[in-house]
Nanobody, 124 residues
């Protein structure tokens, strides 16, 4: 079993900042991509940012130059620093990791794991 636990959501005024964190635990052998997704009311879940285990990062256009994703492989954590927040950033933010469990080491099968989500509300 692998679990992801997110923290750091909350309410903030436009222009403010928040940092989300996600910690993985359980039967993990290795972690590939770490990512943050979000889902606003009435909209589909969208990819916000990805950090690969090769050190590359990807951001959706709407958050470039405002959000920063960082990963700590040793602690099995990923963070999302969000600056200059806008009302349109309001959503439930989900942590996602692609992992190889200790049970799948020999097959290299990857498992997609999701956190429970944390609410981010940007409003004046």
């Amino acid at each position: 079993q692998v679990q992801l636990v997110e923290s750091g959501g909350g309410s903030v005024q436009p222009g403010g900042s928040l940092t989300l964190s996600c910690a993985a635990s359980g039967s993990i052998f290795s972690i590939n991509d770490m990512a943050w997704y979000r889902q606003a009311p009435g909209k589909q879940r969208e990819l916000v940012a990805t950090a690969t285990n090769y050190g590359r990062t990807y951001y959706t256009n709407s958050v470039k130059d405002r959000f920063t994703i960082s990963r700590d492989g040793a602690r099995k954590m990923v963070h999302l620093q969000m600056n200059s927040l806008k009302p349109e950033d309001t959503a439930i933010y989900y942590c996602n990791m692609v992992v190889t469990t200790i049970y799948n080491v020999h097959t290299s099968e990857k498992t997609d794991v999701w956190g429970q989500g944390t609410q981010v509300t940007v409003s004046s």
